[in-house]
């Protein structure tokens, strides 16, 4: 459907409690696409400028850079000039400032460039204006308002003579704006967060615990060699499952495996209000995420839970450390005298276990120890089983990695149970297009190959593969910085 008939079938309306919100005014189903919407205007992380590219956001190691501010790069002289109409003044702005300013300088002064040039309404799908979203300037923190206050002081002084001046106020209003409704904009595979950009409809949609939609930026069709089919950056809201025609569509600005206060503590402090879902009413799965291993009736005494939720807390912080300063072994041994300990204690649902196993395998995999890391991906995706919503993203993310990892261990049943789970998950929250599910597909489709060949003949089976692991592994992940962490982020609102 074209996206004139997506922004009809929603309505902007009154929620309780919650301010202005987004309602359906049709029935959805799970997978359905209920809008899509590109961003006024994003902008790549500092930290990445020079890996990523700046009109199409792919992950390239050969960028050619803008000859005249040193700072922009792009894939090639066609996604230069396709950026271009945006580049232009902030390229000018750049060299005559000396310097580049910080992503959030960045975004603001290209949503305030557009706006200049086209108006408060750039497009006629948007249903709100810029002016009309919160700032929440009041409810900063002192710290969060120190920086804000640095940024529009850089930015005023990097903002051209030349454009359109502004107020301090409105200045400030756009800054507070991204600060609470920022999204991440991820790279072309959908594996890694690269940059931030503004989403005006999807600000209107309100946070669930466990919500009826997901957001997933989908890039188009990346895949081609001709860079003109690599389409703006558009995020994509999805049905996860039957919605009615009046409910209010919701997505979750943070991540479900976190216990109901420190979810609450995270949207107060992140988005300033208090979160009032059934989930965190009722304090849903808080007692499994935190509970004792029962087995045949018999389970641990309260303090031999605490005490071994205590210990799991102080390895972990370990781990943190030994895995930033990517010393792999030692994160590997802390995981493993931390599992041996508390495994026997903490139920297969408990969250610090969930983080150990899941740590575990993506190190392990990292170091090619597949088998062990098989073990703990199984385990972590168990869990996740449990706890998250059927159809959530990061689960079917955590089932792929797991599915990976099982191929490569030579564990093909698993392996193709995974992939099968994955790619259900993900035909509903990414689509068929997306290059994630393409890339499923592919996987299911060897990973059935092998399945059938091994329940033919175990022995070709294994000399075959031992050919092919040889040949070409089935890669998947950068060097574990924290994957898994990194994934979840892409489905939440960016902090």
Known sequence: CTDGATMESVAIFDSPGKGRGLKATKEFWAGDVIFSEASIAAVVF??????????CFRRQDKLQRCGQCKFAHYCDRTCQRAAWPEHKVECGAIKAYGKVPNENIRLVARIMWR???????????????????????????????????????????YWPRTSKQHTIDSISHIFGVINCNGFSVSDQRGLQAVGVGLFPNLCLVNHDCWPNCTVILNHGNQSAVNTVFHSQRRIELRALGKISDGEELTVSYVDYLNLSEERQRLLKTQYFFDCTCDHCKNKTHDDVKMGGKEEDGAKPSEEQVKEA?????????????????GDYHEVVKICRQCIEKTEPILADTHIYLLRMWSTMSEVQAYLQNFEEAAEYARKMVEGYMKLYNPNNAALGMAAMRAGVT????????????MICKAYAILMVTHGPTHPITKDLEAMRMQTEMELRMFKQNEYVYHSMREAA????????????????EGI????????
């Open 46 to 55: 500092d930290s990445l400028a020079e890996r990523i590219c700046h009109n």
């Open 309 to 325: 939720t205590d210990y799991c807390f102080q390895m972990m912080e370990k781990m943190d450390k030994a895995r930033l300063d």
């Open 406 to 417: 099982h191929w490569q261990a030579g564990l093909i049943e698993v392996a193709h149970g």
């Open 488 to 495: 979840k982020n892409l489905f939440h609102r960016r902090k």
């Open 115 to 157: 706006l200049d040039k086209e108006g408060s309404v750039v497009s006629d799908m948007q249903l709100t204006t810029l002016d009309e979203l919160e700032d929440h300037i009041n409810d900063m923190q002192e710290e969060d308002m120190k920086e804000l206050k640095v940024d529009v002081h850089n930015f005023l002084d």
């Open 469 to 484: 692991l040889k040949n070409k592994p089935m890669t998947m992940m950068h060097e574990p910085k924290s994957v898994e």
